[in-house]
């Protein structure tokens, strides 16, 4: 479908996990519907799975104005060939101008199998999406290690470009929203290469989901000392994070870090122990409701986003705050007994 001029429309990959829809999409659909509203087209979704036609609806309270669904026992479980080969042929039957995917690990392996079967570019792991004065998508990405935002357009139609989860907005769900459910028949291969045996759950920590994020970056002195984050994570009732140094030392695992090539939190409260603010860092931290910085060294960058900025030692900071959150904690124990 490469320089199709007749392309119109704005398709999102509605993502959904054990039958349920990944919030992600429904960011991507609040961010489709300004789209689709300002080039006045419609939004699509595509909704792949087995038992999903109840979540239909759902992304149409999110603002699909249509939802195309391939049901079928072959797409409980995402086998990203079976996946890939119904959606070049929604994207060929429907011709979609632009078309998205979450930047999630299931996203980011279907888009490009797609992308390439649709010989059209694709633009991973988008920050904002825009449009220019002819209507062409203006895809942003961080590039340079974080240090420059790039503005990339695809010359091909359909412009496809993946998101990251948590930088677009949802649009508040609407129950009165109408729109269109559609059936497809999807095709089913009988022998992709690939067999699914069984699911498991990956351990580790859900960092985009936390609604308080303590990391901790390079002043932390020994591996041994993550134990004090948690400690304090504990208390808040939060999880770890960490900066990329700690990571690449072998300190922590990769699923806790957090910025440019780690994940993007957007947490009520972010506590940062001992992190510069490197920009690369920042990227994955700056939209948190509110950050509270803890640095010996007062022009140390972090305290440039910190709502809150302390300046003094990790080792001293944090067990004080654990020291006075279990106080606060049990004056409130107290409290509920009398
Ligand atoms: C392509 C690329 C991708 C990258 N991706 C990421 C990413 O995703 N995430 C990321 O974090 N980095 C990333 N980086 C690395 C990034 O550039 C920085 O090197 C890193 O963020 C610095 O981590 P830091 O703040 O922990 O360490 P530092 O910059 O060394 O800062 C340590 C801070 O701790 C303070 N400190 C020291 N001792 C104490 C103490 N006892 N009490 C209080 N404060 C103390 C110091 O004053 C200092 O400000 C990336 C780099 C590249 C090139």
């Known amino acids: 479908m490469n320089n199709v001029p007749d392309a119109e429309g704005v398709l999102v990959f509605a993502e959904q996990n054990n039958g349920l829809v990944h919030p992600v999409s429904f960011e991507l659909l609040g961010k489709g519907r300004d789209l689709a509203d300002r080039l006045g087209v419609k939004l699509s979704a595509a909704l792949l799975g087995h038992g999903v036609h109840k979540e239909a609806l759902e992304l149409v309270y999110y603002g699909a104005d249509v939802v195309y669904v391939f049901d079928s026992p072959f797409l409980s479980m995402f086998d990203p060939v079976q996946y890939a080969k119904n959606l070049v042929r929604l994207v060929t039957e429907t011709r979609p101008a632009i078309f998205l995917l979450g930047a999630t690990r299931l ?39 974080g240090n420059i935002m790039a503005q990339i357009k695809t010359k091909t139609r359909p412009q496809m470009a993946t998101v990251r989860y ?54 932390l002195k020994s591996p041994g000392d993550i134990a004090l984050l948690k400690e304090l994570a504990k208390e808040l009732g939060g999880v770890v994070g960490s900066s990329r ?42 939209d948190s409701d509110v950050i509270i910085a803890i640095n010996k060294d007062a022009s140390a960058p972090i305290f440039n986003v910190a709502d809150y900025c302390v300046v003094g030692d990790i080792y001293e900071i944090v067990p004080l705050l654990v020291q006075e959150l279990r106080k606060l904690k049990a004056v409130k124990n107290l409290d509920e007994r009398k």
């Not at 199998?113 to 942003?140: M, P, Y």
């Not at 929203?177 to 028949?185: A, L, Q």
């Not at 300190?251 to 957007?266: A, C, L, N, P």
Request: glycine content about 12%; charged content about 25%; overall charge positive.
């Open 166 to 219: 948590k930088v677009m907005k949802a649009n508040a769900r609407d129950p009165r929203r109408k729109g269109k459910v559609i059936v497809k028949e999807p095709e089913v291969l009988s022998d992709t290469g690939i067999q699914i045996l069984e699911k498991t759950a990956v351990g580790g920590v859900n960092l985009a989901e936390a609604e308080v994020v303590v990391s901790g970056g390079r002043g």
């Open 245 to 286: 140094p700690l990571v690449d030392a072998g300190w922590i695992s990769r699923d806790h870090q957090v910025g440019f090539s780690g994940h993007t939190v957007k947490p009520r409260v972010y506590v940062a122990c001992g992190i510069s603010g490197s920009p690369q860092h920042l990227f994955g931290m700056r």
């Open 107 to 145: 996203g980011r392996s279907l888009a490009p199998r797609v992308a390439a079967a649709l010989r059209t570019g694709l633009t991973a792991d988008c920050v904002d999406l825009d449009l220019d004065e002819n209507g062409n998508l203006v895809q942003v990405r961080p590039a340079f290690s």
